[in-house]
């Protein structure tokens, strides 16, 4: 019943910006904590960052300063702001929900792709 459902991903030259979202839909309880991973061709998964129900963030090393992560509560929806992209940026992003109640969650992955 719990879907996330993530937008925003694309195709975008070194220096621009894309603006993720992911939606919790189909359930009363508020996600305690949401944020994004990301994955490399070849590579590990990924924290990028994570943001709790009260507004505290975690962000990988690599994207602080760069990359915004924020989220509205009344809709259980996360935003990462992707500011001065890089092409080591590129890989799939995926949605990360984790309740208080209940299993955690995770959206089916939007293609980033950052050019040269």
């Known amino acids: 019943q719990v879907q996330l459902v993530e937008s925003g991903g694309g195709l975008v030259q070194a220096g621009g910006s894309l603006r993720l979202s992911c939606a919790a839909s189909?359930?009363?309880?508020?996600?305690?904590?949401m944020g994004w991973y990301r994955q490399a061709p070849g590579k590990e998964r990924e924290l990028v960052a994570i943001?709790?129900?009260?507004?505290?963030?975690n962000y990988a090393d690599s994207v602080k300063g760069r990359f915004t992560i924020s989220r509205d509560n009344a809709k259980n929806t996360v935003y990462v702001q992707m500011n001065s992209l890089k092409p080591e940026d590129t890989g799939v992003y995926y949605c990360?929900?984790?309740?208080?109640?209940?299993?955690?969650?995770w959206g089916q992955g939007t293609q980033v792709t950052v050019s040269s």
């Open positions: 990360y929900a984790n309740p208080t109640f209940g299993p955690e969650y």
């Open positions: 189909g359930t009363i309880y508020i996600m305690n904590v």
């Open positions: 943001i709790t129900s009260g507004g505290s963030t």
